[in-house]
């Protein structure tokens, strides 16, 4: 039973390019959390999303950043132009039905360096 | 707004000694606090939860916290740790309540470093 995959684990980029995430959830869980950690900082809620659906991306930048959970395939979190400061790591998390307090399980995350 | 503030950003400890890692909140509506470990190239796991009722919750490996409504706290402890402990600590408290039909927004700490020596 895989528990929630990221990908890549590492990610390069130089400022200006585009990033792209990628976040598949446990089996079964159809509910996805992306946050974001800056260093010597904690987690940072993001955005949360069902399939197909935005929730709450109250955390999300207002430019550059977006997240989708599409009906098929994992979650995509993708930075357009990206910027020193969006180097982070970057954390996705799921639970099954997205009741309040329901135990979320996190992945490894995706370590973003922006040269 | 509400906050989270571990004191502590590292802890060091020798192996069987007893530890506490602190962890402080604000919040002007119903308290749900979490703590969650990430050992090294992991995924944060949860450790124990507190939603209502005993304000002592315990984990299924030794370790437990309090919920101490009057000093706004809710911190870590363990009587006697293992080298297999290190990891790094996040206390976090959920921002949404069940009134509001909330989900899982948490608000975390910067997270605690301990680190059991032999």
């Known amino acids: 039973n895989a528990g929630v995959m990221q990908n890549p684990r590492h990610l390069v980029r130089r400022r200006g390019q585009e990033a792209r995430l990628r976040c598949s959830p446990m089996?079964?869980?159809?509910?996805v959390y992306w946050y974001r950690q800056l260093p010597e900082e904690g987690l940072k809620f993001m955005v949360y999303?069902?399939?197909?659906?935005?929730?709450?991306e109250s955390g999300m930048p207002k430019e550059r950043f977006s997240a989708e959970f599409p009906k098929e395939g994992p979650s995509i979190l993708r930075i357009q132009q990206v910027v020193r400061g969006d180097s982070a790591a970057y954390f996705c998390?799921?639970?099954?039905?997205?009741?309040?307090?329901?135990?979320?399980?996190f992945g490894s995350g995706t370590q973003l360096s922006v040269l | 707004a509400q906050s989270v503030t571990q004191l502590d950003s590292q802890v060091p400890v020798f192996e069987e000694a007893p530890v506490e890692l602190r962890c402080n909140y604000s919040s002007s509506v119903s308290v749900y606090l979490f703590w969650y470990v990430q050992y090294p190239n992991q995924g944060l796991q949860l450790l124990l939860k507190?939603?209502?009722?005993?304000?002592l919750v315990e984990s299924i490996n030794g370790f437990e916290a309090e919920f101490n409504k009057s000093q706004t706290s809710f911190h870590l402890r363990k009587p006697s740790v293992h080298i297999s402990d290190t990891a790094e600590y996040f206390c976090a408290v959920n921002s949404q309540t069940s009134f509001s039909g909330g989900y899982n927004k948490l608000i975390f700490g910067a997270g605690t470093r301990l680190a059991v020596h032999p």
């Open positions: 089996k079964g869980h159809s509910h």
């Open positions: 998390a799921s639970s099954p039905t997205g009741q309040i307090n329901e135990k979320l399980f």
């Open positions: 507190y939603l209502s009722g005993s304000t």
């Open positions: 999303l069902q399939k197909e659906n935005i929730i709450d």
